[in-house]
C-alpha cells in the first residue's frame, strides 16, 4: 500500500472510528474533544492528498477519462462483481478538504456550543458519520460504492435536524428525509440501469458512455439527473432545503449548505454527465432553463423572504443554479466555473449559516422585522456579516465571483439565442442577488437597533472566531487565487471535456 | 521598473485598507484612550497610504514614457486565460495622480471633519477606523481600474469601488436616509454592471482572453463589436451616472462631504469615462456605440444642468452639476476625443473636489446643507469664499481656470465633428453635443452663479450662528486644491502635458493640435457663459433676498425633482420587481411546495383510508378472505386451463 493509499483509507477510517470513539467516550465534553481531534486528523489526511501521483499516466487517445492521483482498488463482494474502488483527483479534492474543513470547524464550534436537544457526544458523532457518508461519496470510483455512500449521510443528517433543531423540526427532518430518499430511489434505478447495461461499476470505465446505446444513456441520465437534482437542489425539487435550513441547528445548516449539497453537483458533473454524455448533450438545454429558473426565483423569493436562515436557505438555490448553469453547457469553462461556484458556496454560506447562527442565538429571533441596528451593539459580528454578504453576492476578488461570472461566461461561450439568453438571465440574477443580499444588510445592520438587537454584546467567543476566520480568509484567498482550485482541475476537466464532446 | 510602479500603485492603499479594517471600530464601550489609540493608528494608516499612492503616482508619471504592460497569466478558466498585469501610459499616470492627489486631500480632511463636535449627541460614534479604511480601499480600487491590464483585473477594481461607496455612503447613522441611499448607489450601478460583465464575456469569449491588448488587437466581428459596446456603455452608465442609471448619485449626498468628494472628483463617477477612453479602439470600430453614448451624454448634460438649477441644498447643486460635467466628457468621447474628456476628467477632479470640501466647510460652519438658511458667509468666510469661486469659475468656465480650457476642448472637437464631420460618429451627434454644451455653459453660469449669490452674498439668514473659516486640517486641503482648479488648464499648453494626453492609437480631429484652442471659437462659449451669469445676477439684483430660482416659474418643481425620474425608476423597476418577488415566493410555497406537501397528505390519506378499509368486522374480514381465495382459485384454473 502506498502512502496516498493510506491517506485515502486514512480519510475515510479516521472520521469512522472517530465516531465510534466519541460514542464510547463516557463524558460529554471530553467525547467532543475526541470528536474535534478526529475530525482534525482526518484533515491533516485530507491535505496531502494533492501531492504526488500525478502524471503517472501520460496523455494518450485511449487513456481513460478519470485518472485519480491515487487510487485503491480491492474486491469487496467478489460474487457481485463489487469493488471498494476509491480515488481522488482535481475534481474531487477540493471538495474533500473543504468536507473536512468544514466538518473540524463544526466540531470545534461543537466544543463551545451545543445546541439544545440531545448531549454534544451525540451530535458531534453523527457530525462524524455525515463526514464519512460525504468524504466517501467524493472517493467513491465505484457506482455501487457510490451509491452506498451517498445514503450513508441521510439518516444521521435526519437525526441532527430531528434531534437539535427548531420549534419545527421533525417535520422538516421528516420532509428532508423523504423527499431526499425520493431521488436516492431514482438514483439506485439509475445505478440499475447503467450496471445492467453496461456489465461494470467501475466509475473510471464508465466515464465516457461505455459503449451503451443512445436509449439507455439518455435514460440514466434522466434517473441520476434528478436524482441529484434533488440534492443540489435544482428548482422546482427543492423545497426540502428552506424547511430543513430553518429547522436544523447551526453547524447542522453548515454542513448541509456547505458540502452535502456538493454531493449533488459532483454527482452531476462526475456521474450523470461522464456516465452518460450523450444523455447530458441531449438535457443541457433542459437542465440549462432549470439552472437559471433557479437562479432567477431563488433570487426573487429571497428579495420577498422574512425570515434570515430560510433567506441563506434560498440564497443556496439561486448559487447552486449558477453551479449547475455551469454544468449545463459542458465546456471546460462551465464546468470549471461550477467546481469553483460549488467550493465558494460551500465556504461562503458555510460562513453565513455560522453568522445567521449567531444573529439568532443572541436574539432569540431570526425574523427580519425584529432585526436592526446591528452594527450599533456588535460592530464585529455585523462586519463578518457584511462580509459574508458581499462575498455571496459575488463581488470580483472574493470567492463567490469567479463561479458566477464564468458561468456567465461560459453560457455565452456556447452562443445560440438559447444560451445567450441564459446567460443574460443569469447576469441579471446577479444583480438581484446584489438586491436581497444589500436588503438584508440593510435590515439587520443598519439603523437604530430593535429591542431584540439592543442587548447584544460586542464581544465574539473564542470559539466563534476560530469557526468563521478560515472561511473568511478562505473567501479572500480563492477569490485572489482562484487557482488553489481550478489549477488541479484543469486536467481532469479537460479530459472529462473530451470524452463529453467525443 | 515602472511595471513595478504600477503594481505598487493600487497595491499601497488597498495593504493600508485591509490593514486599517483589522483595527477595532472605535465603540463608545471602549475607554476613550483606547478609541483615541485605533483613532491615530487609522489616520496614519490612510494618510501614509494615500500620500504613498501619490509618490508613486508621481514617480510613475515621471518615469513612464510611452506604452509599457506587463502580464503574467492569473487564471485559466478552460481555455478563457484571465492575467494579472499593468497596461500603463501617459494618460494612466495622470489619471493616477488626480486619483492619489484627491485621496490624500479626503484623507486629511476627513481628520477634521469627521471630529466629534461639541454639538453632536454622545451616542454619535464617528468610528473613524473602518471609514479611513474604506477610503484607502477606495482609492486602491480606483487605481486598480486606472492600470489594469486585463479586463476581469478591472472588473475588481470597477465592483470593489461599488461596494466601498456603498459602504462609505452608509457611514453616517446620524441621517435615516443613508442607508437606502448606499443601497440605491450600490444596487443601480450593480444594474449597469450586469451589462459591463455580459460585454467583457462577449468580448473575453471572442478572444479567448481577457488581456485588453489582446482584446484591442484582436479583430472581433462587426456584431460582437456593436453588442459589447453597447454592453459596456451600461456599466459606464451605472458608474459615470449617465441617463437614465444617473439617479444614484444625487441620493449618494447623504455620504460625509469629503466621501462625495472623493465619489465625484476622483473615483467612481471617474470610472466609466476613463474604461471608454481605455478601450476607445473598440468603440470607433462600431460607431453605432458612440451614437448611443453622445445621445445620452447630450441628455445627461443638459438634465444634470437642469436639475441643479433648482436645488436648495447646496451638496445637491454639486451633485448635479457633476451629472452633467459627466455628460461633457461622455459628449467629448462620443465625438471623438478621448483626450478631451481626460482633460476634462482632470479639470473636473480638481475643481469638483475643491467645491465640495469647501462646501463641507460651509455645512460644518453654519450647520446645514440648505442655501436658504446661509447667506451673507462672504465676510464671516473669507477663505472659503474666495475658494469656492475659484471652484465656481472653473466650473462653470472662466477664463482662465481650469474648466474653461478643457469645456473649450470638448466644444471645440464638438464642433468639428458637426461642422465638418470629423468624429467617428455622424454628424448629427456632433452638433447634439455641440449645441447641448453651449447651452449647458449658461445653465452652468447660471447655477454656479446662484450657488455663490444664495450662499455668500446678501444678508445671513442663520442669525444666530457665528460662522468663520475653519481650522488648519480643513483649510489646507481646500486651499491646495484651488491650486489646480484656478491652473491645470493652462498645463495644456505644456508639451509634456498634452502628449501625455494624446492617445496614439486613436485617428481624430483636434486632437493634432494640442489640448487647448485659441482662436475666435473661444468667444461662442463665452457669449453663453456671460448670458449665464447676467441672467443670475439680474434676478438677484431685482429681489436680493429671493431665490433666483423664483425666474424658472412653473418649471421649478419639475427641475427640483429632475423630471421625476426617480419615480419613474420607482414605477418602472422597484416596485414590479417587489411585485414579482411577492408572487415566486406565493409561488413557490403555495404550488411547488404545495404540490410536495400535497403528495405527502395524499400518500397518508390513502394509507389512512386503505387501512380503514382493512378494519372490518369479522363477518365482512371472513367474506373477504373468502372472495380473495375465491379469486386466486379461479385465477389458478383459469390459467391451468389455458395452458
Known amino acids: 500500500m502506498t502512502f496516498g493509499q493510506g491517506l485515502l483509507v486514512a480519510v475515510l477510517a479516521v472520521p469512522a472510528l472517530g465516531a465510534v470513539a466519541v460514542a464510547a467516550t463516557p463524558r460529554d465534553r471530553a467525547a467532543r474533544l475526541v470528536g474535534t481531534v478526529a475530525a482534525a486528523l482526518t484533515l491533516l489526511a485530507a491535505v496531502p492528498l494533492v501531492f504526488g501521483g500525478r502524471g503517472w499516466v501520460a496523455w494518450s487517445a485511449d487513456a481513460p477519462a478519470v485518472r485519480p492521483w491515487h487510487q485503491l482498488d480491492l474486491p469487496w463482494v467478489p460474487g457481485l462483481e463489487l469493488r471498494f474502488h476509491l480515488g481522488v483527483d482535481g475534481i474531487s479534492w477540493p471538495l474533500v478538504v473543504l468536507t473536512a474543513l468544514l466538518t473540524l470547524l463544526c466540531c470545534a464550534y461543537t466544543m463551545w456550543r451545543v445546541p439544545g436537544g440531545g448531549s454534544g457526544r451525540a451530535l458531534v458523532a453523527l ?87 443512445r436509449g439507455t444513456q439518455l435514460a440514466a441520465f434522466t434517473l441520476l439527473a434528478l436524482a441529484f437534482a434533488v440534492k443540489s437542489p435544482l428548482w422546482p425539487l427543492h423545497s426540502w432545503l428552506p424547511d430543513a435550513h430553518t429547522q436544523a441547528p447551526t453547524v447542522g445548516s453548515v454542513v448541509l449548505a456547505g458540502v452535502l449539497l456538493k454531493m449533488g453537483t459532483y454527482g452531476l458533473i462526475r456521474v450523470a454527465v461522464g456516465v452518460a454524455p450523450e444523455g447530458a448533450r441531449w438535457a443541457a438545454p433542459v437542465l440549462g432553463v432549470l439552472a437559471v429558473a433557479a437562479i432567477l426565483i431563488g433570487s426573487l423569493v429571497c428579495l420577498a423572504q422574512s425570515d434570515v436562515k430560510r433567506l441563506i436557505a434560498y440564497s443556496s438555490v439561486g448559487h447552486m443554479g449558477f453551479v449547475l448553469l455551469g454544468v449545463a453547457t459542458l465546456t471546460a469553462t462551465g464546468i470549471q466555473a461550477a467546481l469553483i461556484g460549488n467550493v465558494a458556496h460551500g465556504v461562503i454560506t458555510g460562513l453565513l449559516f455560522f453568522l445567521a447562527g449567531a444573529v439568532k442565538d443572541r436574539t432569540g429571533t431570526g425574523t427580519l422585522a425584529e432585526l436592526s441596528g446591528l452594527r450599533e451593539t456588535a460592530p464585529r459580528l455585523a462586519g463578518l456579516l457584511a462580509f459574508a454578504a458581499i462575498a455571496s453576492l459575488g463581488l470580483p476578488g472574493l470567492a463567490g465571483f469567479w463561479g458566477e461570472a464564468f458561468a456567465v461566461i461560459a453560457a455565452v461561450q456556447v452562443g445560440g439565442p438559447l444560451w445567450t439568453t441564459l446567460g443574460v438571465l443569469a447576469a441579471v440574477g446577479g444583480a438581484l442577488t446584489a438586491a436581497y443580499f444589500l436588503r438584508l444588510l440593510r435590515q439587520v445592520t443598519h439603523n437604530r437597533p430593535s429591542p431584540a438587537v439592543g442587548r447584544v454584546g460586542p464581544g465574539l467567543a473564542g470559539a466563534e472566531l476560530t469557526a468563521w476566520v478560515p472561511l473568511v480568509l478562505l473567501a479572500l484567498a480563492i477569490g485572489l487565487a482562484p487557482t488553489l482550485v481550478l489549477g488541479v482541475a484543469e486536467a481532469p476537466v479537460d479530459a472529462l471535456i473530451g470524452v463529453v464532446s467525443r | 521598473m515602472t511595471g513595478l510602479l504600477g503594481a505598487l500603485l493600487p497595491a499601497v492603499p488597498l495593504v493600508a485598507g485591509l490593514l486599517g479594517l483589522l483595527l477595532p471600530p472605535a465603540s463608545r464601550r471602549h475607554g476613550a484612550t483606547g478609541g483615541d489609540r485605533a483613532r491615530a493608528t487609522a489616520v496614519t494608516l490612510g494618510v501614509t497610504g494615500a500620500a504613498g499612492a501619490l509618490a508613486v503616482a508621481v514617480a510613475l508619471l515621471l518615469t513612464v514614457d510611452g506604452p509599457t504592460e506587463t502580464s503574467s497569466t492569473w487564471v485559466d478558466v478552460g481555455g478563457l486565460v484571465v492575467t494579472l498585469g499593468v497596461r500603463l501610459d501617459g494618460a494612466a499616470a495622470l489619471v493616477a495622480v488626480a486619483v492619489t492627489a484627491v485621496a490624500l486631500a479626503v484623507q486629511v480632511y476627513s481628520i477634521g471633519y469627521l471630529r466629534r463636535g461639541p454639538h453632536d449627541d454622545v451616542d454619535v460614534d464617528h468610528r473613524y477606523p473602518p471609514y479611513a479604511a474604506q477610503i484607502s480601499l477606495f482609492t486602491g480600487a480606483m ?108 441620493d449618494a449626498m447623504a455620504g460625509p462631504t469629503p466621501i462625495s468628494a472623493l465619489i465625484h472628483a476622483a473615483t467612481m463617477v471617474a470610472a466609466g469615462v476613463y474604461a471608454v477612453a481605455r478601450l476607445y479602439p473598440l468603440f470607433t470600430a462600431a460607431p453605432v456605440t458612440l451614437t448611443v453614448l453622445g445621445v445620452l451624454g447630450a441628455i445627461t448634460l443638459l438634465l444634470g444642468a437642469l436639475a441643479a438649477t433648482a436645488q436648495d441644498d447646496i451638496k445637491r447643486v454639486l451633485a448635479w452639476s457633476t451629472v452633467s460635467q459627466l455628460g461633457y466628457m461622455t459628449g467629448a468621447l462620443a465625438v471623438g476625443s478621448p483626450s478631451a474628456a481626460l482633460f476634462h476628467l482632470l479639470t473636473h477632479a480638481a475643481f469638483k473636489a475643491l467645491l465640495f470640501l469647501a462646501a463641507g466647510v460651509v455645512i460644518h460652519a453654519v450647520g446645514t446643507t440648505l442655501m436658504s438658511e446661509m447667506g451673507g458667509l462672504r465676510r464671516s468666510m473669507p477663505v472659503t469664499f474666495w475658494c469656492t469661486v475659484v471652484g465656481l469659475g472653473a466650473l462653470a468656465g472662466v477664463p482662465p481656470l481650469a474648466g474653461f480650457w478643457s469645456k473649450d476642448g470638448v466644444l471645440t472637437v464638438a464642433e468639428s465633428a458637426a461642422l465638418e464631420g470629423t468624429g467617428p460618429a455622424p454628424s448629427w451627434v456632433g452638433w447634439l453635443v455641440w ?140 416596485r414590479p420587481v417587489r411585485a414579482l418577488a411577492r408572487a415566486a415566493r406565493t409561488g413557490d410555497e403555495v404550488v411547488v411546495d404545495g404540490a410536495v406537501e400535497g403528495s405527502g397528505r395524499a400518500a397518508s390519506g390513502l394509507g389512512a383510508g386503505l387501512a380503514a378499509l382493512h378494519r372490518a368486522a369479522l363477518p365482512r374480514a371472513a367474506a373477504g378472505v373468502l372472495a380473495g381465495a375465491l379469486l386466486i382459485g379461479l385465477a389458478a384454473a383459469l390459467v391451468g386451463v389455458n395452458r
Open chain 1, 127 to 213: 457530525l462524524l458519520v455525515v463526514e464519512v457518508g460525504i468524504l466517501g461519496t467524493f472517493l467513491a470510483l465505484d457506482l455501487v460504492l457510490f451509491f452506498l455512500f451517498f445514503e450513508v449521510v441521510l439518516l444521521p443528517m435526519y437525526a441532527i435536524i430531528a434531534g437539535w433543531g427548531g420549534a419545527d423540526r421533525r417535520r422538516a427532518a421528516r420532509k428532508f428525509a423523504l423527499y431526499t430518499l425520493f431521488g436516492s430511489v431514482l438514483l439506485l434505478v439509475g445505478v440499475y440501469v447503467v450496471v445492467a447495461a453496461a456489465g461494470t461499476a467501475d466509475l473510471v470505465t464508465l466515464t465516457g458512455g461505455a459503449g451503451m446505446s
Open chain 2, 143 to 250: 487605481l486598480l481600474v486606472v492600470v489594469a491590464g486585463d479586463l476581469i483585473m478591472l472588473l475588481v477594481g470597477w465592483e470593489v469601488m461599488g461596494l466601498c461607496s456603498y459602504l462609505l455612503i452608509a457611514h453616517d447613522r446620524r441621517l435615516a436616509g443613508a442607508p437606502a441611499a448606499a443601497m440605491k448607489a450600490f444596487l443601480v450601478t450593480r444594474v449597469g454592471d450586469v451589462g459591463f460583465l455580459l460585454g467583457i464575456a462577449l468580448l473575453g469569449v471572442s478572444t479567448g482572453s481577457f488581456r485588453i491588448a489582446d482584446v484591442l488587437a484582436h479583430d472581433h466581428s462587426h456584431a460582437t463589436l456593436t453588442a459589447a459596446g453597447l454592453l459596456l456603455l451600461a456599466g459606464v452608465a451605472g458608474k459615470s451616472a449617465q441617463f437614465p442609471l444617473h439617479t444614484w448619485l444625487p
Open chain 2, 435 to 574: 449645441i447641448a454644451g453651449l447651452v449647458g455653459v449658461a445653465i452652468t453660469a447660471w447655477y454656479a452663479g446662484r450657488l455663490l449669490l444664495r450662499a455668500f452674498f446678501g444678508a445671513p439668514r442663520l442669525p444666530l450662528v457665528r460662522p468663520h473659516d475653519p481650522p488648519a486640517v480643513l483649510r489646507w486641503p481646500v486651499l491646495l486644491l484651488a491650486v489646480p482648479a484656478a491652473l491645470l488648464g493652462l498645463a495644456g499648453f505644456i508639451r509634456a502635458f498634452a502628449d501625455r494626453l494624446r492617445f496614439p492609437t486613436v485617428p481624430v480631429a483636434g486632437s493634432e493640435d494640442g489640448l487647448v484652442h485659441l482662436g475666435s471659437g473661444v468667444l461662442l462659449p463665452l457669449a453663453f457663459l456671460l448670458l449665464g451669469a447676467g441672467l443670475v445676477l439680474l434676478g438677484w439684483r431685482r429681489d436680493r433676498a429671493a431665490d433666483p430660482a423664483v425666474a424658472l416659474g412653473p418649471l421649478r418643481p419639475v427641475f427640483a425633482r429632475a423630471f421625476w425620474l426617480d419615480d419613474v425608476q420607482h414605477t418602472l423597476v422597484v
